[in-house]
């Protein structure tokens, strides 16, 4: 899938691209041997992917990053202020969905134009338009894949007037690229003339498509949302998630009599101006899901659904105003190097008395050293889960090692 990917990327001309992937990285030194056209690197983490790519969109480069959606929200210090300092090359993320993780959500939060594609034919035609957006607006632009066996239906010639090769240039512009709040001011400003610009483009992509049938509308991003739903309803299958193209949104409203609009999150309903008639459809609450659902081995499990070891910050704080319970974090290895070290030393500051789980693999030396340097006296190989259950009602910090999945 990601191969195919790498394909249509080299078919756009693109000069840099970032992956956290191996096999993904292993896949782009292989098609681009020999050719000095494209620089790809293997990135420790999302963020870091997404920072090198956009640095080199600073010097009007062509650049893109594949990740996964759920790897998208990982980076999402670097995303937030993209939309502001804009680009002066292009920038595509190829946001890859591997799991029920969708980032619908991301365009309407960041202000960055979202496209989601359903085929791979959608892909082969979006990802040439979004390169086009970003050099005309210079603004990253995100494309949500499809998360299937990609063959790519060859798009044709590149659009936009970048399709030839480009020298790294880096213009001088301190108000853009180190914005002061002054300057972020004005960014704003020219933040919000883009957004109207591309709204505008997007009422005639071709991905939005219109099916009339009834007087009972349905908005969705995706038609495979609609499998269920009434037969007789006519559609408005939206692929420019964010910014929602108005006009086109309006006449479909206006010819109904009533609209559900069928998606994980909000982001198409939080668009429409007049929502007198509008109802919400959600497929699935996501990352709003309740805390305090799952339970292992007498212990209330605390994830990361708001970023990299979050699960660590969130136990804490559980633990502080619960702390009658048996709070545990499960995070990953290659999370708690991302983020959860700061988070884990302020638990430990604040005499967190909760379990940490790490799912670990190739770095478990690495962690017991770091975790040793802290103070932590306790850290423990466990090899089943059911080992857990020793350390219920515990008094001291605690971190398990655990090679294997939860």
């Known amino acids: 899938m990601h191969e195919n990917i790498v394909r249509l990327l080299m078919e756009n001309n693109v000069q840099q691209l970032y992956v956290t992937n191996r096999s ?11 050719s000095s056209s494209l620089h790809c690197d293997l990135s420790t983490n999302e963020k870091i992917a997404y920072e090198l790519a956009l640095a080199g969109a600073y010097a009007d480069k062509r650049t893109a990053c ?10 999402l210090d670097p995303v937030m202020s993209s939309a502001y300092t804009g680009v002066a090359g292009s920038f595509v993320v190829v946001a890859v969905q591997e799991n029920p993780e969708e980032i ?13 594609t359903e085929t791979e034919g959608e892909l082969s035609k979006a990802v040439p338009y979004a390169f086009s957006i970003s050099e ?14 990609y063959e790519i239906v060859p798009a044709g010639r590149p659009q936009g007037p970048a399709s030839g090769r480009k020298t790294a240039f880096l213009r001088k512009e301190p108000g853009r690229w180190a914005a002061t709040p002054k300057f972020r001011y004005l960014l704003h400003g020219e933040l919000n003339d883009k957004i109207r610009k ?18 009972t509308g349905l908005i969705t991003d995706k038609f495979s949302r609609l499998e269920f739903y009434d037969e007789d309803a006519s559609i408005l299958r939206l692929a420019t998630v964010f910014p929602l193209p108005e006009k086109l949104t309006r006449r479909f409203v206006d010819a109904m009599d009533e609209v559900l609009v069928v998606e994980n999150y909000p982001a198409i309903e939080l668009q429409i101006p007049d929502r007198t008639k509008v109802k919400s459809g959600f497929v699935d609450r996501g990352r709003g899901r309740p805390q305090f659902e799952e339970k292992i081995q007498g212990f209330t499990v605390i994830r990361d659904r708001l970023g990299p070891a979050s699960s660590i910050n969130m136990a804490h704080g559980v633990k502080k105003l619960h702390p009658d319970r048996n709070i545990m974090a499960v995070t990953f290895e290659d999370h708690f190097f991302h983020s959860g070290m700061p988070a884990y030393v302020n638990s430990l500051y604040n005499d967190s008395v909760s379990v940490l789980l790490v799912m670990a693999s190739e770095r478990a030396d690495e962690l017991r050293q770091v975790l040793r340097s802290y103070g932590v006296a306790n850290i423990v190989d466990i090899g089943e889960i059911t080992e857990l259950a020793r350390f219920v009602n515990t008094k001291e910090p605690v971190v398990a090692l655990y090679r294997g999945m939860i």
């Open 24 to 34: 993904t990285a292993a896949a782009a030194h292989r098609l681009s041997a020999g």
């Open 66 to 75: 594949i990740l996964s959606t759920e790897g998208l929200y990982d980076a």
């Open 104 to 116: 619908t959500p991301v365009g309407l939060f960041s202000k960055l134009p979202l496209i989601v």
């Open 136 to 149: 005309e607006y210079k603004i990253p632009v995100i494309v949500q894949a499809f998360p299937g066996g």
């Open 198 to 215: 591309i709204r505008e483009a997007f009422e005639t992509y071709e991905g939005n498509i219109v099916l009339p049938k009834g007087t």
